[in-house]
Nanobody, 120 residues
Framework: QVQLVESGGGLVQAGGSLRLSCAAS????????IGWFRQAPGKAREFVGS????????NYADSVKGRFTISRDNAKNTMYLQMNSLKPEDTAVYTC?????????????WGQGTQVTVSA
Protein backbone atom coordinates (compact mmCIF):
# COMPACT_ATOMS: atom_id res chain seq x y z
CA GLN A 1 0.00 0.00 0.00
CA VAL A 2 1.02 3.57 -0.62
CA GLN A 3 -0.42 6.52 1.26
CA LEU A 4 -1.30 9.66 -0.69
CA VAL A 5 -1.84 13.23 0.49
CA GLU A 6 -3.00 15.99 -1.82
CA SER A 7 -2.34 19.69 -1.33
CA GLY A 8 -2.51 22.93 -3.25
CA GLY A 9 -6.22 23.35 -3.69
CA GLY A 10 -7.99 26.64 -3.17
CA LEU A 11 -10.06 29.41 -4.69
CA VAL A 12 -8.99 30.97 -7.97
CA GLN A 13 -10.62 33.18 -10.57
CA ALA A 14 -11.46 31.88 -14.00
CA GLY A 15 -8.41 32.01 -16.22
CA GLY A 16 -6.08 31.52 -13.30
CA SER A 17 -3.75 28.68 -12.38
CA LEU A 18 -3.19 26.26 -9.53
CA ARG A 19 -0.70 23.48 -8.94
CA LEU A 20 -1.82 20.47 -6.97
CA SER A 21 0.63 18.11 -5.33
CA CYS A 22 0.21 14.46 -4.43
CA ALA A 23 2.78 13.28 -1.90
CA ALA A 24 3.28 9.55 -1.41
CA SER A 25 4.66 7.48 1.43
CA UNK A 26 4.79 3.86 2.48
CA UNK A 27 6.06 2.12 -0.64
CA UNK A 28 8.46 2.82 -3.49
CA UNK A 29 6.70 5.63 -5.31
CA UNK A 30 8.42 4.89 -8.60
CA UNK A 31 6.64 1.53 -8.77
CA UNK A 32 3.23 3.16 -9.07
CA UNK A 33 1.20 4.70 -11.85
CA ILE A 34 -0.66 7.78 -10.56
CA GLY A 35 -3.95 9.20 -11.65
CA TRP A 36 -5.91 12.37 -10.89
CA PHE A 37 -9.66 12.29 -10.58
CA ARG A 38 -12.23 14.91 -9.70
CA GLN A 39 -15.76 15.00 -8.43
CA ALA A 40 -18.06 17.98 -8.59
CA PRO A 41 -21.14 18.27 -6.37
CA GLY A 42 -23.93 16.06 -7.64
CA LYS A 43 -21.76 14.50 -10.32
CA ALA A 44 -19.91 11.24 -10.70
CA ARG A 45 -16.17 11.07 -10.23
CA GLU A 46 -14.31 11.58 -13.49
CA PHE A 47 -10.83 10.86 -14.72
CA VAL A 48 -8.63 13.92 -15.20
CA GLY A 49 -5.29 12.48 -16.19
CA SER A 50 -2.57 10.01 -15.34
CA UNK A 51 1.15 9.45 -15.46
CA UNK A 52 2.90 6.12 -15.55
CA UNK A 53 5.50 4.95 -13.07
CA UNK A 54 8.47 6.36 -15.01
CA UNK A 55 6.85 9.60 -16.04
CA UNK A 56 7.23 8.77 -19.71
CA UNK A 57 3.54 8.35 -20.49
CA UNK A 58 0.73 10.74 -19.66
CA ASN A 59 -2.94 10.71 -20.53
CA TYR A 60 -5.56 13.41 -20.17
CA ALA A 61 -9.29 13.75 -20.36
CA ASP A 62 -10.41 15.76 -23.38
CA SER A 63 -11.91 18.38 -21.08
CA VAL A 64 -8.49 19.32 -19.66
CA LYS A 65 -6.17 18.52 -22.54
CA GLY A 66 -3.97 21.48 -23.36
CA ARG A 67 -4.72 23.18 -20.04
CA PHE A 68 -3.55 20.67 -17.42
CA THR A 69 -0.13 19.05 -17.16
CA ILE A 70 0.84 16.10 -14.99
CA SER A 71 4.40 15.49 -13.89
CA ARG A 72 6.19 13.59 -11.18
CA ASP A 73 9.42 13.73 -9.20
CA ASN A 74 10.17 10.22 -8.01
CA ALA A 75 13.10 11.46 -5.93
CA LYS A 76 10.62 13.55 -3.92
CA ASN A 77 7.83 10.94 -3.97
CA THR A 78 5.53 13.60 -5.36
CA MET A 79 3.32 14.02 -8.38
CA TYR A 80 1.96 17.33 -9.64
CA LEU A 81 -1.08 18.56 -11.51
CA GLN A 82 -0.50 21.97 -13.07
CA MET A 83 -3.83 23.52 -13.97
CA ASN A 84 -3.90 26.56 -16.24
CA SER A 85 -6.73 28.52 -17.86
CA LEU A 86 -9.09 27.29 -15.18
CA LYS A 87 -12.81 27.42 -15.79
CA PRO A 88 -15.74 27.41 -13.35
CA GLU A 89 -16.59 23.91 -14.55
CA ASP A 90 -13.23 22.72 -13.20
CA THR A 91 -14.59 23.25 -9.69
CA ALA A 92 -14.42 19.93 -7.87
CA VAL A 93 -12.65 17.88 -5.25
CA TYR A 94 -9.46 16.59 -6.84
CA THR A 95 -8.07 13.28 -5.67
CA CYS A 96 -4.94 11.40 -6.62
CA UNK A 97 -4.80 7.62 -6.80
CA UNK A 98 -2.07 5.03 -7.24
CA UNK A 99 -1.88 1.68 -8.96
CA UNK A 100 1.05 -0.73 -8.85
CA UNK A 101 2.87 -0.62 -12.18
CA UNK A 102 2.26 -4.31 -12.91
CA UNK A 103 -1.36 -4.28 -11.83
CA UNK A 104 -4.04 -5.10 -14.35
CA UNK A 105 -6.74 -3.70 -12.10
CA UNK A 106 -8.04 -0.29 -11.21
CA UNK A 107 -6.49 2.30 -8.91
CA UNK A 108 -6.64 0.99 -5.36
CA UNK A 109 -4.81 3.58 -3.26
CA TRP A 110 -6.62 6.90 -2.85
CA GLY A 111 -5.91 10.19 -1.18
CA GLN A 112 -8.46 12.27 0.70
CA GLY A 113 -8.81 14.96 -1.93
CA THR A 114 -8.35 18.70 -2.13
CA GLN A 115 -10.99 21.25 -3.06
CA VAL A 116 -10.55 23.44 -6.12
CA THR A 117 -13.02 26.25 -6.64
CA VAL A 118 -12.96 28.44 -9.73
CA SER A 119 -15.01 31.59 -9.60
CA ALA A 120 -16.47 33.21 -12.71
Amino acid sequence: QVQLVESGGGLVQAGGSLRLSCAASGRTFSNYDIGWFRQAPGKAREFVGSINWSGAITNYADSVKGRFTISRDNAKNTMYLQMNSLKPEDTAVYTCAARYRYSLGSYDNWGQGTQVTVSA
